[in-house]
């Protein structure tokens, strides 16, 4: 239970305000995008030049290793600006700027090669190739010195932009198509040919296909229409263990990943199914059930933390999720945040944090020792417990683990269970909640005044 909650407050990886902000260092970590995501790069490349009698400077970010599918927005410090093809025509930057993107792959599979930094400079030239890495370039005209307060303020503008991120693979045919399902996600973090560790032979594909679909359906929305069960986006660096990534990806899910009686990995998301089993006094060997809470612990609310595309894509807080029921049985308890970085809408955040409460509030535990019937529970995800002298009638139950049993003695198996609520799993459009006008998230204090008199130093010579 402990180890539950602290993961529900302190997931891995890097943090969407890391992903956001430039970085300059010579040994920066390979980060790649999957879905959408709003994203800055590391600086391969500053430098001034003269361009038809024009003082220009260019900028060139790695961006996303295995490339980016699109550029949707950009932003220049915090200012979303408008674009007419490559040139920015937002004040004051209008005329002044022009920001420029390659995939990364297939006919743009040199990152590196814009045809205007390799015209400018002959230092940087086509060997400079950035292969598989998608990039933005920024260009950026000198002003004169009474415009760099308006104009260039604290220095060349940080650029971001909302990015559609590198393709994912699929295994079964080979192809690559970019997707926000968090499904297809998952499978290609595992299988991809280049950064995964597994093969198509590794994974149960038909429990991934199954998801995929599972993830597709329609809920319905506050205010009308539809939204997908499960979608989302982030970013992972190539550095970090797989089982961290695969982890953020299957809480934004409610997903579960585990191992088939084939020996291969398998994959589904939080959707209430009916169990294909039932323990009956026979098949026990010893039982030992009590409360659900037990002496752990108690968490009744939970507060979801997820990015939200209404504020630029920053971290924010949906509306907290109670447990009613347990509040009922037990009294308020402190809040808990829920963190979900692959997340990008409240409504998914407040539908995981009403399956979450529902498992660490269940109404009993029981941990069981089975005869070799127990087997059959390997990858299961649900069981029926039917103990009528203990008043569970065919009473739905969660597999929380599942083990061989080491004690030498008449089990074979030794499973936890908790008391299953199938209630967790149904979604009204008006448990959604409201969608808060969050305050965006203060921006970062500019550098001093050098950066300014630097850039009109430079438009003078």
């Known amino acids: 239970m402990n180890a539950a909650i602290a993961k529900v407050t ?58 980016i599918t699109g550029v949707e927005k950009v932003w220049l410090n915090d200012t979303l600006v408008s674009r007419s093809g490559e040139a920015v025509t937002t004040s004051p930057y209008n005329g002044r700027v022009s920001v420029r993107w390659r995939s990364g792959f297939g006919d743009e599979l040199s990152g590196g090669a814009f045809a205007t930094l390799q015209a400018g400079f002959g230092a940087w030239t086509a060997q400079h190739r950035l292969d598989g890495v998608g990039t933005i370039l920024g260009e950026f005209d000198a002003v004169k ?29 080979g192809t690559y198509a970019w997707s926000d399902n968090l499904a297809i996600q998952l499978r290609d973090v595992f299988t991809h040919p280049l950064y995964g560790p597994l093969t198509l032979d590794d994974i149960d594909n038909a ?9 597709d359906d329609d809920l319905p929305k506050r205010g009308g229409g539809t939204i997908k069960r499960y979608s989302g986006g982030g970013s992972y660096s190539l550095s970090e263990p797989v ?29 209430w199914r009916a169990p294909n089993h039932t323990i009956r006094g026979e098949h026990i060997v010893a039982l030992d059930i009590g409360p659900g809470s037990g002496e752990f612990e108690r968490v009744t609310t939970l507060i979801p ?44 955040g407040r539908r995981l944090a009403k399956i979450k409460l529902a498992k660490l509030n269940p109404s009993w535990r029981a941990t069981i ?73 203060s921006a970062m204090k500019p550098p001093s005044g050098r950066a300014g008199d630097f850039l009109a130093r430079r438009h003078d010579q």
């Not at 879905?35 to 600086?43: D, E, I, K, L």
């Not at 400077?57 to 961006?63: E, P, S, T, Y």
């Not at 504020?311 to 809040?335: P, R, V």
Request: net charge negative; with cysteine; proline share 5%.
């Open 369 to 441: 020792k089975l005869r070799f019937w127990g087997l059959l529970l390997l990858e299961e995800e649900t069981v029926r417990l039917h103990l009528p002298e203990l008043g569970l009638s065919n009473a739905p139950a969660w597999v929380d683990s599942f083990a061989f049993d080491a004690d030498g003695d008449e089990g074979v198996v030794t499973v936890n269970l908790i008391a299953a609520d199938p209630a967790s799993f149904n979604w009204t459009a008006a448990e959604e909640g409201i969608l808060q006008a969050h305050r965006r998230p």
């Open 207 to 215: 429990s991934f296909i199954q998801a995929q679909l599972d993830c």
């Open 243 to 271: 089982v961290d990534v695969a982890r953020r990806i299957s809480d934004a899910s409610a997903g579960q990943i585990y191992i088939t009686t084939e020996g291969k990995i398998g994959f589904r998301v939080g959707k």
């Open 305 to 348: 933390k997820y990015v939200a595309p209404e504020i630029d894509w920053q971290e924010t807080t949906a509306d907290a999720w109670e447990d009613a029921a347990a509040i009922a049985l037990y009294g308020e308890s402190a809040e808990k945040e829920l963190d979900v970085p692959w997340v990008q809408h409240h409504g998914q």
């Open 145 to 173: 010195g009474e415009d760099v307060a308006e104009v260039y303020s604290g220095g060349d503008p940080d650029i971001t932009a909302l990015i559609r991120g590198d393709r994912c693979y699929r295994p079964a045919d």
């Open 10 to 67: 302190a997931p891995k990886g890097p943090k969407p305000r890391d992903i956001q902000t430039e970085a300059r260092e010579s040994a920066a970590q390979r980060v790649r995008h999957l879905g959408r995501v709003r994203a800055s790069g590391t600086v391969m490349f500053w430098d001034w030049t003269r361009v038809g009698g024009q003082r220009r400077l260019f900028k060139l970010l790695a961006v996303g290793q295995g490339g």
